[in-house]
Antibody
């Protein structure tokens, strides 16, 4: 059974960079696509982007200028950096595996609050 | 404003059949398969339906999905209290070059 767990600071100051890591167990990041998806409190889901095991990336155009994703196959984890955050970036951040066009495994992400 | 349009709410009594619709366009539902996710309060979404109408192992057959043109729907028959949750449709969007979601539908079991 594949399990994902996202971790990182729960509070980030405005204009700073949000950094999260997703650790994968029961499976390898050396296949499939690894995604970040966020959900503002009380709202719907927004896809942030994905990274493949080769390091290839695809980001949501609305966030592309601020997003960087990376993968570490030796640690079996992948990461998200979102720069210049504002209050609008306050959300629960999920990591998820994409297989054949759908998200089959999700990690429970932290609520990240952007506030001074 | 979500790319895919869902009704914000749906409801039914135990044992009833309810459907949740998802409307899109030719660049998303019209040309790609649709997936459905269930989200219980405080938890991560869970895959319910993929490839329009396929169920992952463990999902009961009283849940079904369908797609026609630029719309899709999720049907839940024999409604149970445990079905009370938020439901999201999702598909790939060729214009965005990425996956998109509906705004979610909150299902209440009366």
């Amino acid at each position: 059974q594949v399990q994902l767990q996202a971790s990182g600071p729960g509070l980030v100051k405005p204009s700073e960079t949000l950094s999260l890591t997703c650790s994968v167990s029961g499976g390898s990041v050396s296949s499939f696509y690894w995604n970040w998806i966020r959900q503002p409190p009380g709202e719907g889901l927004e896809w942030i982007g994905y990274i493949s095991y080769t390091g290839g990336t695809n980001y949501n155009p609305s966030l592309k200028s601020r997003v960087t994703m990376s993968v570490d196959t030796s640690k079996n984890q992948f990461s998200l950096k979102l720069s210049s955050v504002t209050a609008a970036d306050t959300a629960v951040y999920y990591c998820a595996r994409e297989a054949y066009g759908f998200f089959d495994y999700w990690g429970q992400g932290p609520l990240v609050t952007v506030s001074s | 404003q979500s790319v895919l349009t869902q009704p914000p709410s749906a409801s039914g009594t135990p044992g009833q059949r309810v459907t949740i619709s998802c409307s899109g366009s030719s660049s998303n539902i019209g040309s790609n398969t649709v997936n459905w996710y269930q989200q219980l309060p405080g938890t991560a979404p869970k895959l319910l339906i993929y490839g329009n109408n396929l169920r992952p192992s463990g999902v009961p057959d009283r849940l079904s999905g369908s797609r026609s043109g630029t719309s899709a729907s999720l049907a839940i028959s024999g409604l149970q209290s445990e079905d009370e949750a938020n439901y999201y449709c999702s598909t790939w969007d060729d214009s965005l070059n990425g996956p998109v979601f509906g705004g979610g539908s909150k299902l209440t079991v009366l």
